[in-house]
């Protein structure tokens, strides 16, 4: 007996889109004539209507169940790597604790950071930091495909707080790291 609520929703949760189709098709409630202004629905309703209603459906629910799955946290070094991994950063080694080290192939040749790198690398770390992650320090060392060494260059934690404080922009934030970049 107490599970049938729970049922009764958890079932119109996951079929809303055939029951939001149906409800229109068939004008209960007279749901056609108030959504007579959404394209494609008649106000007397119909299979037609009711199709545009059911692909509304859908969207409205892959809306709301697509975005409540989503996690865009950065709270780990896991997270961390999963995230510069989906920004075509290739990581070959990150390891953290009192100091992060990341070690990461990077497409340039030559001795010329790519501050485009730099900026996923920052923004990402500043997004763990901001998680509550806490370190000393974060260093950074870019390889060529073959795993030379080019250069490397420290992030603080205090620029990255201050970054997500809004204290300093993205641009100084930036800023304060290039200046730290070294090439081998």
Same mark, same amino acid.
């Given at each position: 007996?107490?599970?049938? *609520?729970?049922?009764?929703?958890?079932? &119109?949760?996951?079929?809303?889109?055939?029951?939001?189709?149906?409800?229109?098709?068939?004008?209960? #409630?007279?749901?056609?004539?108030? /959504?007579?202004?959404?394209?494609? +629905?008649?106000?007397?309703?119909? %299979?037609?209507?009711?199709?545009?209603?059911? %692909?509304?459906?859908?969207?409205? #629910?892959?809306?709301?169940?697509?975005?409540?799955?989503?996690?865009?946290?950065?709270?780990?070094? =896991? =997270? /961390?790597?999963?995230?510069?991994?989906?920004?075509?950063?290739?990581?070959?080694?990150?390891?953290?604790?009192?100091?992060?080290?990341?070690?990461?192939?990077?497409?340039?040749?030559?001795?010329?950071?790519?501050?485009?790198?730099?900026?996923?690398?920052?923004?990402?770390?500043?997004?763990?930091?901001? &998680?509550?992650?806490?370190?000393? *320090?974060?260093?950074?060392?870019?390889?060529?495909?073959?795993?030379?060494?080019?250069?490397?260059?420290?992030?603080?934690?205090? #620029?990255?707080?201050?970054?997500?404080?809004? =204290? +300093?922009?993205?641009?100084?934030?930036?800023?304060?790291? /290039?200046?730290? %970049?070294?090439?081998?």
């Amino acid at each position: 007996m107490g599970y049938g *609520y729970f049922l009764g929703a958890l079932i &119109s949760i996951l079929l809303f889109p055939v029951i939001l189709g149906v409800v229109v098709g068939k004008n209960y #409630w007279s749901a056609a004539e108030k /959504l007579a202004k959404v394209p494609g +629905i008649d106000p007397n309703g119909g %299979v037609k209507s009711g199709g545009i209603a059911l %692909v509304f459906g859908f969207v409205i #629910w892959s809306v709301v169940f697509g975005a409540a799955g989503e996690d865009d946290d950065i709270d780990s070094l =896991d =997270d /961390l790597e999963s995230e510069l991994e989906q920004n075509d950063i290739h990581v070959s080694y990150l390891d953290g604790g009192d100091h992060v080290f990341l070690d990461y192939y990077s497409p340039t040749s030559t001795e010329q950071i790519d501050q485009e790198e730099v900026r996923i690398i920052a923004l990402s770390y500043a997004a763990l930091v901001d &998680s509550g992650y806490e370190s000393e *320090y974060f260093h950074v060392i870019f390889m060529d495909s073959q795993g030379s060494d080019l250069g490397g260059y420290t992030i603080f934690p205090d #620029w990255a707080q201050d970054y997500n404080d809004g =204290d +300093i922009s993205e641009k100084e934030y930036l800023e304060l790291i /290039l200046d730290m %970049v070294s090439y081998d």
